[in-house]
């Protein structure tokens, strides 16, 4: 028999195992000039952000070493002689954000689950633009609102909770006689409950997006599950959606807890500045860190600027620590491993 | 399985031959045409069952409250009656419901009508805010006047029909356009830089960039005073508060674009690259392309915080009551800063201009919006209309200049 097939000489084993080839591709010319100038840019916003926060860091510097740590136990603010300090802008402004979170949160989780689970679809995406909507109304705008319209109700709500409360300490009102029919509305108004109530509207369509955003990862096959065992959309909602969402619900709200903080406009429109340690939300005045660079900083000297951006400063690192954790929180739950959050 | 089925198919058969005539299978009688095919359960809407109870909860509440509020006890107020319907309405509800249902339903519908409450409460706060800018606006809005002149030789006490808000308008303008200058070329920069390069360095941007999300909007304004103003000696401008706004602007415009680039599918950029694009092309010619809808959207609407935000124009604007054009000199005011510094007197007509120019900004901002909406919202890659037909067109003229060209090498 012919042979059919002719077997080409093998390679015998002494020839050396294939190596892999470089292939780290070099930048031609026009890419080199294109990496320089995308990390140009890089750089450039690095350098204005960080000049940002060391300018403010270094001008503080000033401030604080003079006061040490009595800057934050001291509750006046008087840079001039010396004597001021965070103790009461920075409870004011973390009382306001509190109300504020307080009143959004089931706000927020209602109405992101109603808009994922419960609205009917073609309802869904209107819902969706006006939460959208909603965050970007301007702050001055609620801040107006809530001046002008909210206050006169927010009013008898504060002197029921009062009347019905008033045991409860941050519930009281020092000159509130809820007794007397006469009393007048006047302590109750300009208080850092109302400015809670005003920054909770721009608050809630914070929280709203991200929870909406982790609500919809929920995947399929879990909430289908949920209904096939006989589950009611309650009960899917809160043995699948819940705990699957809890990441995100958490990140939500503290990033709303971050935009609360800061608020300016809207509570110094409302509230009426003082300067002394007050844990009764409902009493007239309140002050935040913001409102208190807003009101100072045009008749402050070089020293009082200082003390100012001391005060920005502390502000600044609490937003800062709330929105890491917040990203943190997102970042490792379940459900937010790509959402933007 | 249609065939073996169909009886009619095997009547031939069995007549056929005696033999096969011992039926080795039964076939259940099957339902004839005649019986109604199944009926569809409608799933989306509610059912009879479902709506009385809630029409009946609702009306029992509205009435109970009516009659508390009105003859047996001495309550009064609007908030406090749609709070005291509100939980009315519940207890009667949960009440109706459980006379036909079990507990878990009951929970179900109960918790149903909280959650769509708190979308309610949220969508109705939404619209009251609108509609009471407007109307309180409302008097200064309808004056012609109001959007062509400025503030400058009306005094408090003058009635609405003088004066207007066209500076605030124009310094809102202005400002807007060079914190646009500033900020897109830069943030979309950054964005590319921190998609394309994928190091430490692009971490350390990102990082730095999500950190300063979280700085106040008046921190922006007071870095801006305490620097441009007070150290560099400069006057309160239209351009100090641009730049502040920018500021603020940045890290929201770079974020949102991060995001929009990291979504541009994978294997467009590795086309281009195996077509032998250099980076720079893929970037300009694919990525950026194929992102617009989205960049768009995310720097509209970094632009929508922009000008609404208060803070740091409050800080190194000024306020004025004169139209200046000229960014560089002289305060320069905005429409959100106008409208606060309007409210604060006592005067009813500058309270009223204040509303107006707060419905004025409203207005801005919800074209911004509505224009982000129409531009964006469509995944990256995806074609509006008018984009698909362009592309046609333009792929169609290639296939005529192959085709010319191809003819000449022929020839």
Known sequence: MDVLTTIPERPGPEIAAPEPRDITARPIGSDRVFHTGAGLSGVLVLAIMVAVGLFLAIEAAQALSSTGLSFFTTSDWQPDRGEFGIASVLLGTVLIAAVAVAIALPMSIGTALFITEVAPVWLRSTLVALVDLMAAVPSVVYGLWGLFLLQGHVVGVSRWLNTWFGWLPFFEVAGADPTSPLSSASVYTASAFIAGVVVAMMVMPIQCVVMREVFSQVPAGEREGAFALGSTRWGMIRVVSLPFGRGGMIGGTMLGLGRALGETIAVLLIISPRFDINFHILEAGGNSVSSLIALRYSEASGFGLSALMAAGLALFAVTLVVNFTASWFVARSRSGASSEA | ?411
């Open chain 2, 1 to 411: 399985m249609t065939i073996l089925d169909n009886p009619r198919s095997e009547a031939p058969l069995s007549s056929g031959s005696p033999a096969q005539q011992a039926p080795l299978t039964t076939l259940p009688p099957r339902p004839g045409p005649m019986s109604a095919p199944p009926v569809r359960r409608p799933l989306g809407k509610l059912s009879r069952r479902e709506l009385l109870p809630l029409a009946g909860a609702a009306i029992s509440a509205l009435a109970t409250t009516m009659l508390l509020f009105g003859r047996l006890t001495p309550l009064d107020g609007k908030f406090g009656f749609v709070v005291v319907a509100f939980l009315v309405f519940l207890a009667t509800y949960t009440v109706l419901v459980s006379l036909t249902e079990g507990r878990p339903a009951v929970v179900d519908r109960l918790m149903t009508a909280l959650l769509a409450a708190a979308a309610v409460t949220a969508i109705g706060a939404l619209f009251s805010v609108i509609v009471f800018v407007f109307i309180k606006g409302w008097k200064a809005l309808t004056k012609p006047n109001f959007y062509v002149n400025d503030l400058s030789v009306t005094g408090p006490q003058e009635p609405l029909t003088s004066g207007g808000i066209l500076h605030a308008i124009v310094g809102t303008l202005i400002m807007t356009m060079i914190a646009l200058v500033i900020t897109v070329p830069l943030g979309v920069a950054c964005s590319v830089f921190l998609n394309e390069s994928k190091g430490r360095a692009a971490m350390l941007v990102r990082t730095v960039v999500t950190a300063m999300t979280a700085l106040p909007s008046i921190l922006a304004g007071l870095f801006i005073f305490a620097t441009w103003i007070l150290i560099l000696g400069q006057e309160r401008s239209g351009l100090a508060a641009a730049i502040a706004m920018s500021i603020m602007m940045l890290p929201i415009i770079i974020r949102s674009a991060d995001v929009v680039l990291r979504l541009v599918p994978g294997n467009l950029r590795e086309a281009a690259a195996a077509l032998g694009a250099p980076q720079w092309r893929t970037v300009w010619h694919v990525v950026l392309p194929t992102a617009r809808s989205g960049l768009t959207t995310s720097v509209i609407l970094g632009v929508a915080r922009g000008v609404g935000e208060t803070a740091p124009v409050l800080l190194t604007a000024g306020y004025t009551a004169t139209m200046n054009l000229n960014p560089l000199k002289d305060p320069m005011v905005s429409l959100p800063l106008a409208a606060y510094e309007l409210v604060r007197s006592p005067q009813e007509t500058l309270i009223a201009r204040g509303f107006g120019t707060a419905a004025v900004l409203m207005v801005l901002v919800l074209v911004l919006f509505t224009l982000a909406r129409i531009v964006g919202g469509r995944p990256a890659g995806r074609l509006s209309k008018g984009q698909a037909r362009r592309a046609t067109a333009k792929s169609a003229a290639d296939l005529a200049r192959f085709e010319a060209r191809q003819m000449e090498v022929g020839r």
